[in-house]
């Protein structure tokens, strides 16, 4: 699958607010969740300092100047030996820019961050029942049947994700 020659994938930085703006808002129409990722967004400040941090990385998939989608991550120390982890959040392409391989640029670019930060794996999680989500994940890495539990902050409730 051949990339289209004016798309870009670019790693955001701490004065790059309005893309990850953007992209917020291709990961809420993929989602099917608008609300959550527009109703209560960070300030520019606190998205200039996430984008700054050296535990979070997001990625922006652009063709001309448009986002299409992208890549939300963090970088896992670990304790029990020097190296880290790479965790997808979210990733997400837009409907009408889905199947022309975006999100597999996205992971590769991913992956060649990942090495540079010494990590060891990059790590996602998928719906049952997401089945597009499933089959690129099992096309380039190996499945794993976890559990996953959400442990609420406060007493009285499950987590709200």
């Known amino acids: ?37 527009g109703r209560n967004r960070p300030s520019g400040d606190y998205l200039r300092r996430l984008l700054g941090s050296d535990y979070f990385i997001a990625l922006a998939a652009l063709k001309g100047s448009e986002v299409v989608g992208g890549i939300a991550a ?16 979210d990733l997400a392409v837009a409907a009408a820019h889905r199947r022309e391989g975006i999100a597999t640029a996205l992971i590769q670019e991913l992956k060649s961050i990942a090495a540079a930060r010494g990590a060891y794996v990059i790590f996602v999680q998928a719906d049952l029942g997401d089945d597009p989500a499933i089959a690129l994940y099992s096309k380039l890495g190996v499945r794993e049947n976890v559990l996953h539990f959400d442990i609420a902050v406060k007493d009285g409730g499950a987590a709200a994700s």
Not at 11 to 34: C, H, K, N, P, R
Not at 74 to 89: D, T
Request: glycine share 2%; aromatic share 16%; proline share 4%.
């Open 1 to 37: 699958m051949s990339l289209p020659p004016d798309f870009r994938i670019c790693q955001l930085e701490s004065d790059d607010v309005a893309l990850m703006e953007a992209l917020l808002t291709v990961f809420g129409e993929a989602f099917d969740e608008a609300e959550t990722y």
């Open 74 to 89: 963090y970088e896992l120390k670990k304790f029990e030996q020097e190296r880290s982890e790479i965790y997808i959040y």
